[in-house]
T-cell receptor, first 118, second 113 residues
Framework: DVKVTQSSRYLVKRTGEKVFLECVQD?????MFWYRQDPGLGLRLIYF???????EKGDIPEGYSVSREKKERFSLILESASTNQTSMYLC?????????????????FGDGTRLSIL | GQQLNQSPQSMFIQEGEDVSMNCTSS?????WLWYKQDPGEGPVLLIA?????ELTSNGRLTAQFGITRKDSFLNISASIPSDVGIYFC?????????????FGTGTRLTIIP
């Protein structure tokens, strides 16, 4: 089974802090994704990556950056945390048949990190 | 932006009842996915649909890719307590190498003892 592991289940940080959320997958998947999940809004894509050192903006990239230095690890960075970034953050991975087409295979999700910014 | 209307938003049913939920859009999709999210966990893929009109089952779950490609349906037969959770649809639109995956806002299923 695919295992997507997010380093923290719960995290509390202060406004202005630089926050790192880590995600590791063990299935040699090419694609990795970061979403945030808010009540009534569903899942919204922040960033994704279809290869090492490659990154693409999703629907709501503002205030976030990402890093993919190794295939198995995808990090989400909040450069200067703000209270409106309090949310559930979900990491996902998938394989792909065609490079640069990141969404053509179903995604496997981690259990999420619930981040609170005070 | 692209919208997926998922309904109902919530359901309260008794154990043993059948469940139906759907997602609709004004846009055409190439793939429909259905996920379930248990409390405190990430979404888990239930069913993937790749072709208009396709009907696919996974145990007591059955999902259909609408013939217009603008909608999809999920049915759960003879519900049991472990069916409780939030069900999400997701539609994938692919066009000349441009892809967009959109999630619905979820249907929260509660089973009344």
């Amino acid at each position: 089974d695919v295992k997507v592991t997010q380093s923290s289940r719960y995290l509390v940080k202060r406004t202005g802090e630089k926050v790192f959320l880590e995600c590791v997958q063990d299935m040699d998947h090419e694609n990795m994704f970061w979403y945030r999940q808010d009540p009534g809004l569903g899942l919204r894509l922040i960033y994704f990556s279809y290869d090492v050192k490659m990154k693409e903006k999703g629907d709501i990239p503002e205030g976030y950056s990402v890093s993919r230095e190794k295939k198995e690890r995808f990090s989400l960075i909040l450069e200067s945390a703000s209270t409106n970034q309090t949310s559930m953050y979900l990491c996902a991975s998938s394989t792909n048949r065609v490079r640069t087409l990141a969404f053509n295979q179903p995604q496997h999700f981690g259990d999420g990190t619930r981040l609170s910014i005070l | 932006g692209q919208q997926l209307n998922q309904s109902p938003q919530s359901m309260f049913i008794q154990e043993g009842e059948d469940v139906s939920m759907n997602c609709t859009s004004s846009s055409i999709f190439n793939t429909w996915l259905w996920y379930k999210q248990d409390p405190g966990e990430g979404p888990v893929l239930l069913i993937a649909l790749y072709k208009a009109g396709e009907l696919t089952s996974n145990g007591r779950l059955t999902a259909q890719f609408g013939i217009t490609r603008k909608d999809s349906f999920l049915n759960i037969s003879a519900s049991i307590p472990s069916d409780v959770g939030i069900y999400f649809c997701a539609g994938l639109k692919s066009n000349f190498g441009n892809e967009k995956l959109t999630f619905g806002t979820g249907t929260r299923l509660t089973i009344i003892p």
